[in-house]
């Protein structure tokens, strides 16, 4: 397989970066560059490339313009590359499309080309093109997320705001809500509420919880990639590894 591959990025370095990964795979046979939107849809249309590594945020024609003037269906191949907006990342999961977080690391990167191939080989092109149009379609029309959660007990109900909630840990059948000194049980699977949450607000980092991400003070890298999260009630928790790269995100600055 020969590819012929195109970096459409507004960042000097970051195409740099990509070149320079995208240089060490012999089945790589030719990179393009594109330093803004305009130019990613002139390429898309006049080189043909197998593969797109498109930047989501570009000045003025950002990478989903440069999707729907193109057009899903005539779009090629195409692995999204993103900073930590976790809408965002939480869209391109849901829609099982293939992203790179920046920075990018060697490690996700190979992973993302190796996928990337194994698309182009087995030509699911169709498949993509209901995966991108359906990643387009949840962007435009976002999840409203819940404000408030009703938790009855002792016979009355009681309203939590969900801004008051410094973290929420798996019980069985049921979530405990940590609101300062006070916790609250709520009757439903950790899954479900995780689904009604802001993923701007909320961060699942571990099979059992949830934590409100503007409640953490620090975080403490621990052993086997995993995290000690201090939040500012003073509270201790500790991350699963599975979820190294999305507490990493917190860590860096958009700048």
């Not at 993302?112 to 990643?135: F, M, N, V």
Request: net charge neutral; with cysteine.
């Amino acid at each position: 397989m020969r590819l012929n591959v195109l970096i459409a990025d507004d960042e000097p370095l970051a195409r740099e970066g990509l070149r320079m990964l995208l240089s060490k795979d012999p089945d790589v046979s030719a990179i393009h560059e594109a330093k803004n939107g305009r130019e990613a849809v002139t390429a898309i249309r006049e080189r043909r490339p197998d593969l797109v590594f498109l930047d989501v945020q570009m000045p003025e024609t950002d990478g989903f313009a440069v999707v729907r003037e193109v057009g899903v269906s005539r779009m090629p191949a195409t692995v999204f590359v993103t900073a930590h907006d976790r809408y965002a990342i939480s869209a391109f999961e849901i829609n099982a499309i293939d992203y790179l977080l920046k920075p990018v690391t060697e490690a996700r990167f190979a992973q993302a080309l190796e996928r990337a191939k194994a698309r182009l080989g087995s030509k699911e092109t169709g498949d993509a093109s209901r995966q991108i149009l359906s990643l387009l379609e949840t962007l435009a029309s976002p999840q409203r997320f819940l404000e408030r959660l009703a938790v009855r007990s002792a016979g009355k109900t009681v309203f939590v705001d969900v801004k008051d909630v410094d973290w929420i840990a798996a019980a069985e059948n049921y979530v405990e809500l940590h609101c300062g000194k006070a916790s609250h049980l709520l009757h439903v699977a950790m899954n479900t509420l995780e689904k009604s949450l802001d993923p701007e607000m909320f961060l699942r980092v571990h099979r059992s919880t949830i934590v409100n991400v503007k409640r953490i003070q620090s975080l403490q890298p621990a052993a086997h990639g995993e995290y000690v999260i201090t939040l500012r009630t003073g509270a201790e928790l500790q991350s699963g590894r599975t979820y190294h790269e999305k507490l990493k995100v917190l860590s860096i600055n958009p700048f």
